[in-house]
């Protein structure tokens, strides 16, 4: 029998010239700064999408205001804009400093998409727009809409009926499945939901309790979405929403950049070359994490550092990113098991689309364990009356990482500036987990800090 090659090379091959790689596979916390980043203008050498997508993205969810601030109540004082709150978390940056035992620098902040309206996750974001982008072309293509139309129109019987001819399905291991069920039905199409093993019970009983179609395999999320990708293509009516290579998804993302830019300058936070901006995105498969720090280079360029984190038992990113193979390597061929606590960070495999349209602009990934995780979550709820769920917090230790990144800092000529950084913990979820669960999280934090 002969050994299984990744990229042409044995396991053992990979390990012996790779310390970082014996790190990933022994599942410590790592910290990975990319060689190959790049100014801004090369990296968007060839870059197929640009401001105007992301224009156009914006452009189309400004449409769809008046349509959501109707179906979904929570949204209407935002006039219908489902957008999360900016704010300082000077407690928690203190509690890290001491757990730390290190200054740490510059100004820490919490963008909380863990509240976004809807459905209290990042992927109110791009499984949102996907879903509205799709029903906006299907209107559009059967006459019944025209783009200066007020889209409330959409909220009928004839438009539910309309879309109820068609389909929507995805693959999920449970938020974007909440977003594109609870979006897809509220329009009126069928829509099913391939759900990985580690969904949780209270996402499938959500999305059946609003029609959605829910199917559960036992296996991870990469086999749902493969699932869900061949049920779909036998019927012509289904759309299926690709996470794994979806442009749309990535641009609705994307549109968050332009949204946090304002609520930047609304708190006098100046990015420029003397106040860099850092930013630490949980990443899964990419699309969240890669289209927000895609829309922040296309607005800061240069002055925005990104970095994603994911969880020690599923690299999936960094594992792409590193041996260069993309979504040609999985966490299971270096022997790493993919699982975690980490809703929606549970993935073997990252996207190709995101780990090449990244490569250049990313700043680095590092790794968290799920200890740490639910350790931050509960110094999250306790300084600062956040209640978050733990992929979430899977950025909290960003700013430290970078603080103690010397050679890092140095060659990105960032040393002089780090105190006048503004640091971005993105919080990707958290404010739908029901409240014995989120009890839990938090008793399993407090637990773990020794309290
Ligand atoms: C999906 C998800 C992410 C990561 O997004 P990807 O597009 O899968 O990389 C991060 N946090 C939460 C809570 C998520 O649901």
Not at 25 to 41: D, H, I, M
Not at 347 to 352: D, E, H, I, N, Q
Not at 398 to 409: K, N, P
């Amino acid at each position: 029998m002969s050994t299984p090659l990744i990229g042409g090379k044995t396991l053992q091959e990979w390990l012996a010239d790779n310390p970082l790689l014996r790190d990933l596979v022994s599942l410590n916390e790592v910290s990975w700064f990319n060689p190959a980043t790049v100014p801004f203008k090369l990296a968007m050498q060839g870059m197929e999408l640009t401001d105007s997508d992301v224009a156009d993205a914006a452009a189309r969810l400004e449409r769809f205001r008046p349509y959501i601030a109707k179906v979904f109540p929570e949204t209407r004082n935002a006039g219908g804009l489902i957008e999360s709150p900016l704010q300082d978390v000077p407690a928690f940056q203190r509690t890290l400093s001491e757990r730390f035992s290190r200054g740490l620098p510059g100004r820490l902040l919490a963008k909380l998409d863990s509240h976004l309206p809807i459905s209290g996750s990042i992927k109110a974001r791009g499984g949102i727009y996907e879903g509205l982008k799709h029903a906006e072309e299907l209107a559009l293509g059967a006459g019944l809409l025209t783009l200066t139309d007020d889209y409330s129109r959409l909220d009928s019987k004839e438009f539910r009926a309309f879309f109820s001819r068609y389909a929507i399905a995805v693959g999920s291991t449970g938020n974007l499945g909440l977003s594109i069920g609870i979006m897809g039905a509220q329009l009126g199409f069928r829509v099913s939901v391939h759900m990985s093993a580690d969904a949780r019970q209270w996402k499938k009983d959500l999305l059946r309790s609003k029609g959605v179609n829910v199917v559960e395999y036992a296996s991870d999320y990469s086999l749902a979405v493969a699932e869900g990708r061949k049920q779909s293509a036998g019927d012509p009516s289904c759309y299926f929403v690709d996470d794994e290579n979806s442009v749309n998804l990535f641009l609705g993302y994307a549109v968050a950049a332009q949204r946090l830019k304002q609520q930047l300058d609304e708190q006098g936070i100046v990015v420029d070359a003397e106040h860099p901006l850092v930013v630490y995105l949980p990443c899964g498969v990419g699309g969240g994490p890669g289209g927000v720090a895609f829309g922040l280079k296309l607005i800061f360029k240069d002055q925005v550092h990104c970095l994603f984190a994911e969880p020690t038992h599923s690299p999936a990113m960094l594992l792409g990113l590193y041996t260069g193979l993309h979504d040609g390597v999985s966490v299971q061929d270096f022997g790493i098991d993919n699982i975690t606590d980490a809703d929606g960070l549970a993935v073997g495999r990252p996207s190709g689309f995101v780990g090449r349209t990244m490569h250049g602009m990313l700043d680095g990934v590092f790794t968290v364990q799920d200890e740490n995780m639910y350790r931050y979550l509960a110094l999250m709820a306790d300084t600062e009356g956040l209640r978050l769920e733990p992929s979430a917090l899977a950025g909290a230790p960003g700013i430290a990482r970078v603080s103690r990144a010397q050679d890092w800092l140095k060659e990105r000529g960032l040393v002089e500036n780090m105190p006048n950084a503004a640091h971005i913990i993105w919080c990707t979820g958290g404010s739908m987990v029901p409240q014995p669960e989120m009890e839990n999280y938090y008793r399993t934090g407090k637990s773990l800090l020794g309290d």
